[in-house]
């Protein structure tokens, strides 16, 4: 999740959203904002202190919080498909503008599975994520918490390198 000039070129589009994150000691509040709309979507997990839990534990809450924002959005049955393992051959909506193709299948922001081929699901294009963590105690740890955060939003289709 490094800051690319790539994901502000392209023009809002439905599915576009920002999240911010706020995980502290005691919960952890994810809101999902369409780019398009302007509305919020809010998601809530637990404590998400990553000193308190550990990186790949406090990922994981910071992940449920954002899965929640993203199933008040509407996003629910993309994250089913993925959960249900069914993430291979999804066609990723460009996150770049690079893979920006308009005569591409994908470009209305539709996930399609090679099992269910005929399936069209709304898929969220994340345009940028804040997150705000209590438990960051230096630099190595915020580098590697940004590490583990990135590894697992990229596993579920939500951000790639060029995510800011």
């Known amino acids: 999740m490094e800051a690319g ?5 392209l023009p809002p589009r439905s599915g576009d959203v920002v999240l911010c994150v706020d995980a502290g ?3 952890t509040l994810a809101v999902a904002a369409s780019v398009d709309s302007k509305q919020t979507f809010v998601g809530q997990a637990g404590c998400g202190n990553c000193a308190t839990l550990g990186l790949e534990a406090a990922s994981q ?3 449920r919080a954002v899965r929640d924002a993203l199933i008040s959005a ?3 049955t993309f994250f089913d498909l993925i959960e249900a393992g069914e993430a291979e051959g999804i066609t990723t909506p460009p996150l ?10 994908d470009g ?8 269910q081929p005929s399936s069209n699901v709304r898929r969220p294009r994340v345009r940028a994520i804040w997150i ?5 105690s230096s630099s190595a740890v915020i580098g590697n918490y940004r590490q583990q955060l990135s590894q697992l939003l990229q596993e579920y289709h939500l951000a790639d390198d060029s995510t800011p």
């Open 5 to 9: 000039p790539s994901s502000s070129v």
């Open 25 to 27: 000691g005691t919960k």
């Open 61 to 63: 809450v910071i992940l």
């Open 74 to 76: 509407g996003f629910g």
């Open 96 to 105: 770049s503008l690079s893979d920006n193709d308009a005569s591409s299948a």
């Open 108 to 115: 209305d922001g539709e996930l399609h599975s090679t099992r």
């Open 132 to 136: 705000g963590s209590a438990g960051l």
